[in-house]
């Protein structure tokens, strides 16, 4: 019974099917939201609240039709949208839920999330180049512009969090947080964390890849069914695996003024997940330019400086 | 262990096939992508985890990308046989081949230790050397690397016509 | 592990590599040729770092940064040939015979 490998799969059992079941709610979440920002219901019929709904929208989801076009590339079109949920669920191994669980930790977890960040591009853009579709072409394109751009910003970001906390370990980088979070000292390198995180994740204002006026629906236009509910559930597990790193990393992850535990790291990803949707039905669109320009000349330097500042500062 | 190491082994051998082989840009591309995740996966079997992320960072995540989007960008096509196959490449598959069972005979001679004493692979004492013993190389391929930024933005800028 | 396996497998990943820069004269693939035999090239020091040698490991870390820079000045090369000729072919830059 108490063969290690048992352990391991039971975290991972739980951590897998936690998650899946956190994004199909944060899709309720943020259709109920939006709903209310829009001074409307949003969903309330199917069940008491409309709580049944993500079981509703899974139904009519595996019900719809499965399309593949003929001129589409078969095995790259049908292997994209498994990229994607596969790297956005990747993360969620290495990240400390509360004081001793997480389904491992490594030492270099934080090139590990990174490496999985990396990988997810390739869904993207691998789907919209088999759609073989102009729309889907251009809006995978533009993703791997701006996953690369961002994602720079976003790892020099998280260098001033290594080098405060002397580890790449997510379990050591929350075990230093326990007096001060690093939302404090690292102020500016959470700013740029946070901004790149929306648009790694493709979320507004950063949903260049999507923008339905422009691109259709971007690289899921050809999607139906199943694979698309697979780009859909991987945006969203990547919303809850953001929210997650962003309390481990920044928000003391299961510190708080009391007792330490999971309920706190729920409550600060919560909060988390609420600002992302809030942003997102309150913030138009950036323009693609506007977009590069951002990244190139506002949040990396902003980043180096960041990093400039921590590395003085421990210097001295 | 080992069983792992000739299953990423057999995968990056298919991926370089199909990178000497394949004619279409994006499959090239592909299977070369398939070639660094396998040497990533191997690095990290070798005991050098942090090496072997950054390889799948850097190379997987980066390098290939940047093919795939100069390709998509170039709307290059496949060009069916662009292999040289006359005297000329059989010439140099010839030297190619001479090449490698000269580095095969060296390799049997060579003095590799039979109890190998693997060094730690914890990021730590990576940096401590990086830092310390060879801070001037890394500074050096930084400032490399920064050439290379502004060379190519030269080079592919389009100058204004005369 | 053992080095000499991770040897043998860098050879032969070089040896593929080398066969494709020559024979290929597309300069697309040329360079995913040349990408490869550079991971022979740190797959053949990762294993002198199973040996013991850490230094193995640095000149990996270094040859990646070489390899970064070489892609970009690569695409820029590939982007400007394709630009003026239409083809990604070398033989079409050839010096004509006087």
Do not use: C
Request: glycine fraction near 8%.
């Amino acid at each position: 019974m108490n063969h290690p490998l048992l352990g391991f799969l039971t975290a991972a059992g739980i951590v897998f099917f936690g998650v899946l079941g956190a994004a199909a709610y944060l899709v309720l979440a943020e259709r109920k939201l939006a709903g209310y920002f829009q001074e409307r219901y949003g969903p309330n019929r199917v069940g008491p609240f409309g709580l049944l709904q993500p079981l509703a929208d899974l139904i009519k989801l595996v019900f719809k039709e499965e399309v593949v076009f003929p001129q589409s590339n078969r095995w790259l079109y049908l292997l994209a949208p498994g990229i994607i949920a596969v790297m956005a669920l990747l993360p969620l191994a290495v990240i400390p839920f509360a004081p001793h669980f997480a389904v491992t930790d490594i030492n270099v977890a934080l090139l590990y999330v990174l490496a999985a960040a990396s990988l997810g591009t390739y869904g993207v853009l691998l789907g919209g180049w088999a759609s073989n579709n102009k729309y889907s072409l251009i809006g995978g394109l533009r993703t791997a512009n701006q996953m690369i751009s961002y994602e720079i910003a976003m790892a020099l970001a998280l260098v001033g969090v290594v080098l405060m906390a002397g580890s790449l370990s997510l379990k050591d980088i929350v075990a230093a947080q326990q007096h001060l979070w690093y939302l404090i000292p690292q102020f500016l390198g959470f700013v740029v964390f946070l901004v790149s995180m929306f648009a790694e994740t493709n979320r507004a204002p950063f949903d260049l890849p999507e923008a339905e006026a422009e691109l259709v629906a971007g690289y899921h236009t050809e999607y139906s069914s199943m694979k698309f509910a697979m780009f859909f559930v991987g945006e969203y597990i990547h919303m809850v695996v953001a929210a997650a790193l962003m309390t481990a990393l920044y928000l003391g992850g299961w510190y708080g003024p009391w007792k330490p535990g999971f309920h706190w790291f729920a409550l600060k990803m919560a909060l988390v997940l609420y600002l992302m949707i809030w942003v997102r039905w309150t913030y138009p669109r950036f323009r693609f330019d506007q977009l590069m320009r951002f990244g190139w000349k506002v949040l990396i330097p902003l980043a180096l400086v960041n990093l400039g500042i921590t590395g003085l500062v421990l210097l001295r | 262990m080992i069983y792992f190491f000739w299953l990423f082994a057999l995968l990056a051998l298919i991926g370089a096939l199909g990178v000497l082989l394949e004619t279409h840009p994006v499959r090239g591309a592909l299977y070369l992508l398939l070639a660094f995740l396998s040497i990533g996966f191997l690095y990290i079997l070798a005991g050098a985890p942090f090496l072997g992320f950054v390889q799948i960072i850097v190379y997987a995540g980066a390098v290939v990308v940047l093919f795939l989007v100069a390709i998509a960008v170039m709307s290059l096509r496949r060009i069916p046989d662009d292999r040289d196959l006359g005297p000329r490449g059989f010439l140099a598959l010839v030297f190619a081949g001479a090449f490698f069972l000269v580095m095969l005979a060296l390799l049997r001679h060579a003095p590799v230790p039979a109890a190998p004493t693997p060094t730690p692979g914890a990021p730590q004492p990576l940096a401590e050397a990086l830092f310390r013993q060879y801070l001037i190389p890394f500074e050096i391929v930084s400032v490399l690397l920064l050439v290379a930024i502004v060379g190519a933005i030269v080079l592919v800028r389009r100058r204004p016509g005369p | 592990m053992n080095p000499t396996l991770y040897l043998l497998l860098s050879l032969l990943l070089f040896g593929l590599g080398a066969a494709g820069v020559v024979l290929r004269r597309n300069t697309l693939f040329m360079l995913l040729n040349l990408e490869l035999m550079m991971n022979a090239v740190g797959l053949a020091l990762v294993a002198a770092s199973l040996a013991g040698l850490l230094e193995g490991q640095l000149i990996v870390l270094m040859v990646l940064a070489v390899a970064a820079a070489e892609v970009a000045i690569g695409i820029g090369i590939l982007v400007s040939m394709v630009r003026l000729k239409d083809s990604p072919l070398v033989d079409l830059w050839n010096r004509e015979e006087p």
